[in-house]
Antibody, heavy 122, light 111 residues
């Protein structure tokens, strides 16, 4: 079955760029019908949607993060990636990648990665 | 401060029925469908309810969802110890291009 796995550094220095990759296995990211999202969860807090990308490359970002976020896709590697620039301690969180099902009448995140903790600290 | 408002905690004893509320506005719950996610300790969220009241395959019918106006509710009947988890509501928000918004989460304790 389709699985998602996040990877990337667990520690990032303030003002640097956080970079994470989500590898999709068991299915093709280009199969269509799905959007690929990043969601984060601050320690002990709720969920925050970061944005999504379609395999064609079209994106949509949370306006509160838009100026610092870039989500990209590499269909040849069946991966999509997150870059968050100018990070501060407030960006310390568990970052999840998720598959987003969208139809004309409903939507939901049906598959999630296990999540990866990224700590911003010098 | 989350866009969708949930009570921070809820509790019940085994076998009881518990409801968790999610309050929003006309730009999110009032005009779009609501999903509910269950997050067990140390794990990723899991889809529990989509499109207000639809259960994905594998989710017990003890879990049900409803929506009225700008509010939604998740009901859990026949409460079990394994239901102890955090529960989040989510909706698309048409305002200010917000996109997906989540509630702050409700921690359910089974006494």
């Amino acid at each position: 079955q389709v699985q998602l796995q996040e990877s990337g550094p667990g520690l990032v220095k303030p003002s640097q760029t956080l970079s994470l990759t989500c590898t999709v296995s068991g299915g093709s990211i280009s199969s269509g019908g799905y959007y690929w999202s990043w969601i984060r969860q601050h320690p002990g807090k709720g969920l925050e949607w970061i944005g999504y990308i379609y395999y064609s490359g079209s994106t949509y970002y949370n306006p509160s993060l838009k100026s610092r976020v870039t989500i990209s896709v590499d269909t040849s590697k069946n991966q999509f990636s997150l870059k968050l620039s100018s990070v501060t301690a407030a960006d310390t969180a568990v970052y999840y990648c998720a598959r987003w099902v969208v139809t004309a009448t409903y939507w939901y995140f049906d598959l999630w990665g296990r999540g990866t903790l990224v700590t911003v600290s010098s | 401060q989350s866009v969708l408002t949930q009570p921070p905690s809820a509790s019940g004893t085994p076998g009881q029925r518990v409801t968790i509320s999610c309050s929003g506005s006309s730009s999110n719950i009032g005009s779009n469908t609501v999903n509910w996610y269950q997050q067990l300790p140390g794990t990723a969220p899991k889809l529990l309810i989509y499109s207000n009241n639809q259960r994905p395959s594998g989710v017990p019918d003890r879990f049900s969802g409803s929506k009225s106006g700008t509010s939604a509710s998740l009901a859990i009947s026949g409460l079990q110890s394994e239901d102890e988890a955090d529960y989040y509501c989510a909706a698309w928000d048409d305002s200010l291009n917000r996109g997906v918004v989540f509630g702050g989460g409700t921690k359910l304790t089974v006494l």
